[in-house]
C-alpha cells in the first residue's frame, strides 16, 4: 500500500495525529521470523584498551554511529582485537548495547555485534593512544517490535586513549 506521508525502511512511520509509530505491509500477510535489512552504516568510537598480551588486547567505548536512512545509534561496548600475523592489521569482534534513534522518530532499546579488520592510522603521542580505521559486518537487534534488523557493513574511526 502507498503511502502518502512516506515510511522508513521498514514501512513504518510515525502517525501524526497520535504520535504512534506503526506499520504497512502492503496486504500481506506477516510471518514470525527474523528478517535483515541490507544497511551501511559509519561512525566514531572512543574508548581504552587493556593489554591481555603482546599480541591481543580488550577494549572498551562508546560510540556514536549512524546509518544511511539516518538512523543513530548511541551505544557503549565491549570488544577484543588480535594482531594477524607480523603486521599491525588485527582483526575485532565486539558487543555494544544502547539506544537508536531509529529513521529520526523514536528512541528505541539496541544490541549490536560486529567483526571486521582493524587498521592502524596513526599513534597520539608517546604512549599507547592511537588512531584506527575499523571496517568489517554487524547485526543489530532493535527493540521496536518490528522483525527485520539491520545487518551490512560499517566503518569506524576508532580512538584508543
Not at 560510540?63 to 536512512?69: E, F, K, N
Not at 528512541?107 to 560486529?114: D, E, G, K, T, V
Request: a negative charge; glycine letters at 14%.
Amino acid at each position: 500500500m502507498a503511502h502518502p506521508g512516506g515510511t522508513d525502511r521498514y514501512g513504518c512511520h510515525v502517525e501524526s495525529a497520535n504520535g504512534i509509530r506503526h506499520c504497512h505491509n502492503d496486504g500481506e500477510a506477516t510471518e514470525e521470523k527474523l528478517n535483515a535489512i541490507p544497511t551501511a552504516e559509519v561512525g566514531l568510537e572512543v574508548g581504552g584498551r587493556t593489554y591481555l598480551s603482546e599480541r591481543q588486547d580488550v577494549t572498551y567505548f562508546g560510540s556514536w554511529r549512524v546509518q544511511h536512512d539516518g538512523s543513530m545509534l548511541f551505544l557503549g561496548g565491549l570488544g577484543t582485537s588480535g594482531r594477524l600475523g607480523l603486521t599491525n592489521i588485527g582483526a575485532f569482534v565486539e558487543i555494544e548495547i544502547g539506544a537508536a534513534w531509529v529513521a529520526r522518530e523514536q528512541l528505541f532499546f539496541a544490541l549490536r555485534a560486529a567483526a571486521g579488520l582493524r587498521f592502524p592510522l596513526m599513534r597520539l603521542g608517546t604512549g599507547q593512544r592511537r588512531l584506527y580505521l575499523k571496517v568489517g559486518f554487524f547485526l543489530e537487534g532493535i527493540a521496536d517490535e518490528i522483525n527485520a534488523e539491520p545487518a551490512g557493513i560499517c566503518a569506524s574511526i576508532s580512538l584508543a586513549l
